[in-house]
T-cell receptor
Framework: AQTVTQSQPEMSVQEAETVTLSCTYD???????LFWYKQPPSRQMILVIR??????QNATENRFSVNFQKAAKSFSLKISDSQLGDAAMYFC????????????????FGTGTLLAVQP | KAGVTQTPRYLIKTRGQQVTLSCSPI?????VSWYQQTPGQGLQFLFE???????NKGNFPGRFSGRQFSNSRSEMNVSTLELGDSALYLC?????????????FGQGTRLTVV
């Protein structure tokens, strides 16, 4: 079974600074997707960024980028130029690709990292 | 394009009652998944429906059930409510094809069992 681990329950960053959130996962599959979701106090789960395992290039979305290390099964999220609106709970999530056991959209989540942004 | 809509947003029920939650996916999305979020257990997968068929189920008791209609709208039902069922229930929809692996979430239904 796949597992996702986020070892940082809480992180803090100064506004305009850079912060990196860690995520490791365990799987025997070679093809899968990884995601970072943000959950602000409103509780709406918002997709931040996605990575496909077969793509070696790290995904980037504006101020958000990932460091995907497939061999190490590591998937960290870097937030540059942090803004007050980035304060939220961040979840790392794993999804199998369609090759395994048929298509599925089941997401396996980590326990989350609560990010505080200090003005 | 409208997002994922969950109704109701808040619900208070008594132990032993049953409850039905509704989820309308993004137009064109045929996959709907449900998750339970609690402080103690985090985010746990309940089940997934695709084209009116349940194709994946999490480790929850039979009191939790769901269904999907021909317009892709989904409902989940919890019977004989227990205090431990108090949680935020999130619904996610997806196009469910190789090029669109993302799931988009609704705002959730906050269920309180008293």
């Amino acid at each position: 079974a796949q597992t996702v681990t986020q070892s940082q329950p809480e992180m803090s960053v100064q506004e305009a600074e850079t912060v990196t959130l860690s995520c490791t996962y365990d799987t025997s599959e070679s093809d899968y997707y990884l995601f970072w979701y943000k959950q602000p106090p409103s509780r709406q789960m918002i997709l931040v960024i996605r990575q496909e395992a077969y793509k070696q290039q790290n995904a980037t979305e504006n101020r958000f980028s990932v460091n995907f290390q497939k061999a190490a099964k590591s998937f960290s999220l870097k937030i540059s130029d942090s803004q007050l609106g980035d304060a939220a709970m961040y979840f790392c999530a794993y999804r199998s690709a369609e090759l395994y056991g048929g298509a599925t959209n089941k997401l396996i989540f980590g326990t989350g990292t609560l990010l505080a942004v200090q003005p | 394009k409208a997002g994922v809509t969950q109704t109701p947003r808040y619900l208070i029920k008594t132990r032993g009652q049953q409850v039905t939650l509704s989820c309308s996916p993004i137009s064109g999305h045929r996959s709907v998944s449900w998750y339970q979020q609690t402080p103690g257990q985090g985010l746990q997968f309940l089940f997934e429906y695709f084209s009116e068929t349940q194709r994946n189920k999490g480790n929850f008791p039979g009191r939790f059930s769901g269904r999907q209609f021909s317009n892709s709208r989904s409902e989940m039902n919890v019977s004989t409510l227990e205090l431990g069922d108090s949680a935020l229930y999130l619904c996610a929809s997806s196009l469910a094809d190789r090029g669109h692996a993302e799931a988009f979430f609704g705002q959730g239904t906050r269920l309180t069992v008293v």
